[in-house]
Nanobody, 116 residues
Framework: QLQLVESGGGLVQPGGSLRLSCAAS????????MGWYRQAPGKQRELVAR????????NYADSVKGRFTISRDNAKNMVYLQMNSLKAEDTAVYYC?????????WGQGTQVTVSS
């Protein structure tokens, strides 16, 4: 069964950077798109960034445009989220997501905490 496994979360000061990684147990070419979502305490899960696997086109939430970058490495079956200029409001559990013909897949999540 296909799995998505996130890594790279942690505690970082405001203004700092983190890179999240999502490893797929199978080929990411089987996905139409992959993305990162986040969920802060007491809030709904929201889309942060998404990338088309075949074309590579991307879209971002307005709140992260210019600060976050999503990318993929097809050969390694990896998707990344580079997060720069982090703010306290970026604190959340970040989830990797993939959509393909057989359904939607989620990782277990990785905690990102932005605090001084």
């Amino acid at each position: 069964q296909l799995q998505l496994v996130e890594s790279g979360g942690g505690l970082v000061q405001p203004g700092g950077s983190l890179r999240l990684s999502c490893a797929a147990s199978g080929s990411i070419f089987s996905f139409y798109a992959m993305g990162w979502y986040r969920q802060a305490p007491g809030k709904q899960r929201e889309l942060v960034a998404r990338i088309s696997i075949s074309v590579g086109s991307t879209n971002y939430a307005d709140s992260v445009k210019g600060r976050f970058t999503i990318s993929r490495d097809n050969a390694k079956n990896m998707v990344y989220l580079q997060m720069n200029s982090l703010k306290a409001e970026d604190t959340a559990v970040y989830y990797c997501n993939g959509v393909r013909a057989s359904g939607t897949y989620w990782g277990q999540g990785t905690q990102v905490t932005v605090s001084s």
